[in-house]
């Protein structure tokens, strides 16, 4: 990511997630937005904030003022790209961090956090095949995060 005009000593990604918080916090309120959709940062320490109700509040009415500086400094437009863009990474890596997946017959990949879920989901699938619903083709698998997806067994039981 190009230069973002990070007002803070966290990393880029640390700032944007604090960001797309703030802007949760002011659509949705404080407590309904941690609830919701608390931060995931990077640091861990910031994480260990992130994950104390109490110090995230204090934390968010110490840093929330940077944001909306940092948003006159770039602007409006720069803002939303930015956002857009972190919005975008976040669930790349969420993606990247499964290692279960379904090839569908239209070359889709649905990604899976757990073996159990994506044989589940599969099942399901097949269950509305004909009704508008992808068609899972094969059950996938990786090795490490971001890896390569290897044919795991077709998704369809052998008859």
């Given at each position: 990511?190009?230069?973002?005009?990070?007002?803070?000593?966290?990393?880029?990604?640390?700032?944007?997630?604090?960001?797309?918080?703030?802007?949760?916090?002011e659509n949705e309120g404080f407590t309904y937005a941690a609830e919701e959709y608390s931060p995931k940062f990077e640091s861990p320490e910031l994480q260990a904030i992130a994950n104390d109700f109490g110090k995230l509040r204090a934390f968010y009415l110490e840093h929330e003022p940077k944001i909306d500086a940092w948003y006159q400094q770039v602007g409006p437009e720069r803002a939303c790209d930015l956002h857009n863009a972190h919005v975008d990474e976040e669930r790349q890596r969420r993606e990247d961090a499964c290692l279960f997946g379904i090839r569908c017959t239209d070359g889709q990949v649905i990604t899976c956090g757990s073996e159990q879920y994506r044989d589940q989901l599969s099942a399901d699938l097949l269950a509305r095949e004909g009704n508008g619903w992808r068609v899972p083709e094969a059950l996938l698998r990786r090795d490490t995060p971001g890896g390569q997806w290897t044919d795991e067994r077709p998704a369809r039981p052998a008859a």
């Open positions: 990511m190009t230069d973002i005009a990070n007002p803070t000593d966290w990393s880029d990604y640390d700032f944007l997630e604090f960001e797309g918080f703030v802007s949760k916090v």
